[in-house]
């Protein structure tokens, strides 16, 4: 008996809306459950150990079966639903190109999130303090990876063909959220206008923009000055530090 999806998410999570436009773009039900990563509810024991040994989201439960990391929930959701060739590849040679751009992303382009994150949350997490450290490591990180984008979109549309893939899902958000704290502005976009037009096309999907919004908002508030609420002490974007320095 196929059991209904439950996806465990937080909207203003990178690899949590790319997930989560995964599933509406090839129409999968599933029912959704927020984590409230603001006050640490992925950190308790009780949640570790029920779903993620990390305390990291995205995290989808299939019945008994539970899998975290996007790109494994990516890949699985690809061998279970009949989606459109063009997501995961038709090909070994497509499908080896998706996955390359997956682990590429997972060790580079996501840890330039240091720049969102030390910009904007760090204060709400830890008080005024200077991060200017940990934002110029993000800020590399995500400069040579636009480098990086610009470069393999010159021969194609998307990242990895001439047709949409999971691949630009994940790195879109990633870039929506540096756009939403204004990390990314016109600068950037000149000179990389491959990037730019790649991303505006993407921000055209029916489900890109209202995915976005949270994380909009957010972006917003924190450029006016406004507080983030949390209770948390911990960081939310482990793997960005300079060091693995408590800063409590
Ligand atoms: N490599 C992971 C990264 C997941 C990730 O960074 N999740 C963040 C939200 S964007 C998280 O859960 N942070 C909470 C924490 O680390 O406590 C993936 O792609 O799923």
Not at 61 to 89: Q, R, T
């Amino acid at each position: 008996m196929n059991s209904t999806l439950r996806y465990l998410h937080h909207p203003t999570s990178q690899p949590c809306r790319a997930i989560n436009q995964l599933l509406l773009e090839v129409d999968i039900p599933f029912e959704e459950e927020i984590v409230n990563l603001l006050d640490g509810d992925n950190e308790l024991p009780s949640f570790k150990e029920k779903y993620n040994p990390t305390g990291q989201v995205p995290i989808l439960c299939d019945g008994d079966f539970v899998i975290w990391e996007s790109s494994a929930i990516a890949f699985y959701l690809n061998e279970k639903f009949d989606m459109p060739s063009h997501w995961f590849g038709a090909t070994a040679q497509q499908k080896a190109i998706i996955q390359q751009y997956c682990h590429w992303h997972t060790s580079y382009l996501r840890r330039g999130a240091g720049a969102f994150f030390y910009s904007h949350f760090a204060e709400c997490i830890w008080g005024k303090r200077d991060y200017s450290k940990e934002i110029a490591k993000g800020r590399y990180i995500l400069d040579d990876s636009l480098n990086y984008l610009e470069r393999w979109l010159t021969n194609n549309s998307y990242l990895c063909g001439d047709k949409i893939s999971f691949a630009d899902l994940l790195a879109y958000h990633e870039l929506v959220s540096h756009v939403a704290g204004e990390i990314l502005g016109n600068e950037d976009w000149q000179k990389h206008p491959n990037v730019k037009q790649w991303f505006d096309k993407i921000s055209e999907r029916p489900h890109s923009k209202p995915l976005s919004e949270m994380i909009m908002q957010v972006g917003a508030m924190r450029i006016a000055g406004e507080p983030i609420p949390m209770t948390r002490k911990t960081s939310l974007a482990k793997g960005t530090e300079l060091t693995h320095v408590e800063y409590n």
